[in-house]
C-alpha cells in the first residue's frame, strides 16, 4: 500500500495523559500535514512541514501540541496534557510542494482519539 | 481570515434523482478543492479550479467555480447510493487548507 498510513488507528486516554501518534506520508511527497475533525465539522488545519521544516502552526493549537518531522520522512503528533475536548479524528495527510499540486492532499485513515 | 460556507448542510435524495452542493466566500478565492468523505472514511480528493468560471466534469459529477471567483458548485446528475457522503469544499493559498462544513449527501434506493 502506498498511500498514507496512520498509527493506532484508534486511542482511548485519560484525561491528563500524554498521546502521540504517528502519520507515514506517500513517499515522494515532501509535504505533510496535520488536521483535526469533529463530529459534523470539517477537518481543522493545525499545521504542516516540508520536509523537516515545520512552515505553519495554527494559532488555535496549544502549547500542549507538538509536532515533529525529524527526518522529513515520517511524522508525529504529541498532545500532552489531554484534556476531554481533545477527543476528535486526527487526520494526516501529504502533497507534493509544487503548485497547484500542494492544494490536492492524500489523506490518512485518521487515528481517532477519545479522552475519557 | 477565509471562510467557506456550505449549503445545505444535508440533503437526502431519491436513488436518481440530482444533487448540488454550494459554497460561498465572502472574500475572492485563488482555487477552490472539492473533497468527498465516505461514512467512516477520510477526505478524498475530487478536483482543484483556479480559474475565474471553469466548469469540470467528472463522469456524472460537475463542478463550476463563479466567475467573481466567491462560490463553487458540485451537481451530481441522477445520483447513485455509491454517492453517499459528505462533500466538503476547501481552499487553499499555501497549501493550508480552510475547509467548509460540509454538505451530507443520503440516497435513499
Known amino acids: 500500500d502506498t498511500g498514507v498510513s496512520q498509527d493506532p488507528r484508534h486511542k482511548i486516554t485519560k484525561r491528563g495523559q500524554n498521546v502521540t501518534f504517528r502519520c507515514d506520508p506517500i513517499s515522494e511527497h515532501n509535504r505533510l500535514y496535520w488536521y483535526r475533525q469533529t463530529l459534523g465539522q470539517g477537518p481543522e488545519f493545525l499545521t504542516y512541514f516540508q520536509n523537516e521544516a515545520q512552515l505553519e502552526k495554527s494559532r488555535l493549537l496549544s502549547d500542549r501540541f507538538s509536532a515533529e518531522r525529524p527526518k522529513g520522512s515520517f511524522s508525529t503528533l504529541e498532545i500532552q496534557r489531554t484534556e476531554q475536548g481533545d477527543s476528535a479524528m486526527y487526520l494526516c495527510a501529504s502533497s507534493g510542494d509544487h503548485w497547484p499540486s500542494y492544494n490536492e492532499q492524500f489523506f490518512g485513515p485518521g487515528t481517532r482519539l477519545t479522552v475519557l | 481570515g477565509q471562510q467557506v460556507m456550505q449549503i445545505p448542510q444535508y440533503q437526502h435524495v431519491q436513488e436518481g434523482e440530482d444533487f448540488t452542493t454550494y459554497c460561498n466566500s465572502s472574500?475572492?478565492?485563488?482555487?477552490i478543492q472539492w473533497y468527498k468523505q465516505r461514512p467512516g472514511g477520510h477526505p478524498v480528493f475530487l478536483i482543484q479550479?483556479?480559474?475565474?468560471?471553469e466548469v469540470k466534469k467528472q463522469k456524472r459529477l460537475t463542478f463550476q467555480f463563479g466567475e467573481a471567483k466567491k462560490n463553487s458548485s458540485l451537481h451530481i446528475t441522477a445520483t447513485q447510493t455509491t454517492d453517499v457522503g459528505t462533500y466538503f469544499c476547501?481552499?487553499?493559498?499555501?497549501?493550508?487548507?480552510?475547509f467548509g462544513q460540509g454538505t451530507t449527501l443520503q440516497v435513499k434506493p
Open positions: 472574500t475572492t478565492l485563488s482555487n
Open positions: 476547501a481552499t487553499g493559498n499555501t497549501g493550508k487548507l480552510i
Open positions: 479550479l483556479v480559474k475565474s468560471g
